[in-house]
T-cell receptor, first 113, second 111 residues
Framework: EAGVVQSPRYKIIEKKQPVAFWCNPI?????LYWYLQNLGQGPELLIR????????DSQLPKDRFSAERLKGVDSTLKIQPAELGDSAVYLC???????????FGPGTRLLVL | EDKVVQSPLSLVVHEGDTVTLNCSYE??????LLWYKQEKKAPTFLFML????IEKKSGRLSSILDKKELSSILNITATQTGDSAIYLC???????????FGQGTRLTINP
C-alpha cells in the first residue's frame, strides 16, 4: 500500500513569493491533516479535513495561508506571500477517521530567503 | 493549554545499551498517546496506547502508559545504530480530535 505522498520535497523561494504544497493521502483515508514543524520542535497542526470539509483550521494563519481539498482526496496548502519565518517542514498526514492513527508523508522542507 | 513534554531532549548512548525515553502530558481530554520515530522527515508510527491498552511491545521496543502519573515511557533494548532518530510523543485530544506533540527526543546510537 502506498503511503502519504507529498511534493515537492524541497522548495527554496524568496520572501514575498507564493508557494504551494501538494499532498495525496493514503487511499481510503477520509481525514487529512497539514502540520508545520519547526527545527527542534514537534509538529503543530495547521488544518484538519474530514473529506472535503475543513473541520479545524483554528491554527491556520488565514492572512497568508490557505488550503483546499477538492473532491475530498488530494489537498493543497498555499502560502502567499511567504515570509522568512515560514521556513520549516510542512507535513501532511492522513487517517481512516479522526479516531485512528495518523500516517505521515515525507514532508516539504521550505526555505524562504 | 494542552501540553506534552518529553525528556531528555537529547541522548547519546553506545550500541547495545538500553534506553528509556519519557513523555508527560497535561491535556484537557485524553483519548490516546502515540509514539512516532522520525528519521530525516516523515514521522513513522510506532505505538498507540489507550486506557484499554496501556502496554505495547514490538521487538526491542516497548511502551507503557501510566494514566495515574499522566506519562508514558518508550524503552529500546539492545540498541542499534539504526535506532538513531528523533522520537516523538503525541497525545490525541478527545473532542478536538487533534494530536498535540512533544518536542521530541533526539537519540544517537554510537557504534
Amino acid at each position: 500500500e502506498a503511503g502519504v505522498v507529498q511534493s515537492p520535497r524541497y522548495k527554496i523561494i524568496e520572501k514575498k513569493q507564493p508557494v504551494a504544497f501538494w499532498c495525496n493521502p493514503i487511499s481510503g483515508h477520509n481525514t487529512l491533516y497539514w502540520y508545520l514543524q519547526n527545527l527542534g520542535q514537534g509538529p503543530e497542526l495547521l488544518i484538519r479535513y474530514e473529506n472535503e470539509e475543513a473541520v479545524d483550521d483554528s491554527q491556520l494563519p488565514k492572512d497568508r495561508f490557505s488550503a483546499e481539498r477538492l473532491k475530498g482526496v488530494d489537498s493543497t496548502l498555499k502560502i502567499q506571500p511567504a515570509e522568512l519565518g515560514d521556513s520549516a517542514v510542512y507535513l501532511c498526514a492522513s487517517s481512516f477517521s479522526d479516531q485512528e492513527t495518523q500516517y505521515f508523508g515525507p514532508g516539504t522542507r521550505l526555505l524562504v530567503l | 493549554e494542552d501540553k506534552v513534554v518529553q525528556s531528555p531532549l537529547s541522548l547519546v548512548v553506545h550500541e547495545g545499551d538500553t534506553v528509556t525515553l519519557n513523555c508527560s502530558y497535561e491535556v484537557t481530554n485524553f483519548r490516546s498517546l502515540l509514539w512516532y520515530k522520525q528519521e530525516k522527515k516523515a514521522p513513522t508510527f510506532l505505538f498507540m496506547l489507550t486506557s484499554s491498552g496501556i502496554e505495547k511491545k514490538s521487538g526491542r521496543l516497548s511502551s507503557i502508559l501510566d494514566k495515574k502519573e499522566l506519562s508514558s515511557i518508550l524503552n529500546i533494548t539492545a540498541t542499534q545504530t539504526g535506532d538513531s532518530a528523533i522520537y516523538l510523543c503525541a497525545v490525541l485530544i478527545q473532542g478536538a480530535q487533534k494530536l498535540v506533540f512533544g518536542q521530541g527526543t533526539r537519540l544517537t546510537i554510537n557504534p
